[in-house]
């Protein structure tokens, strides 16, 4: 049985924030191979500055509470990933609004394993009741291009905010409207 949990950074112990870290460091660094400026490799912790005290977590934990998927949530009234770092990927204005959060560092991975649909629905189920919860209507992000097709499975659409960078890494800026269509969807 999995549990979820969602929590600002400033609500985590210092051993959840150190074990989430870890887990952000293996996944990203480690298997998913990303070039991340701010890691640390003493720690073996994958961090950045969007990592705020008000930055919401998601956090999945398996039976043994080993963290087996998770999602970072950023005000859009604050820097983000979009507004900072992927500027080039947004062909429309940049969104600042307290209804609009972006949605980052978004996996599913487990000891190494490759994504879990299932989980990613259960996660996404839960980061759609916090949004209705927060009252925010949006969510924002940069995804591989490739997680189109199993949003698309889940039932829901991804709209593109500009150009897919198809060379290299074959990133898109995206937004995904949160609504009753969508949490019907991502039912079990």
Known sequence: MEEIVVSTMENLSPAARRQLGRYRYAVFVEQMKWDLPAVNIDLREEW????RRDTVNVIAYSADRSICGYARLLRTTQPYLLSEVFTDLCSVPLISDSSTWELSRFTTCHAGAELNAQRMRRLLRQIFLHAEH???????????CSMERLYRRLGLVLRP????????????????????????????
């Open 48 to 51: 950045d500055e969007f990592d």
């Open 134 to 144: 927060l009252g925010f209507r949006q969510l924002i992000g940069v995804a591989p």
């Open 161 to 188: 905010l500009g150009p897919a960078r198809t060379a290299g890494d074959g990133l898109a800026a995206f937004s995904l409207n949160i609504n009753a269509a969508g949490l019907r969807a991502l039912r079990d």
